[in-house]
């Protein structure tokens, strides 16, 4: 089974940083894509980052570009979102999902249970 765990969500001041986990338990060097999103309350889930399991292409919202990056660590089936320059309105609940293509829309087969993150002014 595919399992996906999120962590490393906290409170932060606007302008510092924060780094993110999704720890999977998909096979060592998988093909699957592995994408970041981010939910408030009463707003849709909206797309934050993805990237390839192998190959390591990579895929932005526009609106965290120059700010955050996604990386992997495939010896530890770990994903990575690294957040900088944070900004109050990046407060959010932020989930890691998986599938075996790209998409930018929340319709990935697999979800985690999200980490909340809230940046103070």
């Known amino acids: 089974q595919v399992q996906l765990v999120e962590s490393g969500g906290g409170l932060v001041q606007a302008g510092g940083s924060l780094r993110l986990s999704c720890a999977t338990s998909?096979?060592?060097?998988?093909?699957?894509?592995v994408g970041w999103f981010r939910q408030v309350p009463r707003k849709e889930r909206e797309f934050v980052a993805a990237?390839?399991?192998?190959?390591?292409?990579?895929y932005y919202a526009d609106f965290v570009k120059g700010r955050f990056t996604i990386s992997r660590d495939n010896a530890k089936n770990t994903v990575y979102l690294q957040m900088n320059s944070l900004k109050p309105e990046d407060t959010a609940d932020y989930y890691c999902a998986a599938d075996y293509n790209i998409v930018t829309t929340p319709t990935y087969r697999y979800w985690g249970q999200g980490t909340q993150v809230t940046v103070s002014s």
């Open positions: 998909e096979r060592t060097l998988s093909s699957d894509a």
């Open positions: 990237i390839r399991r192998t190959g390591g292409t990579t």
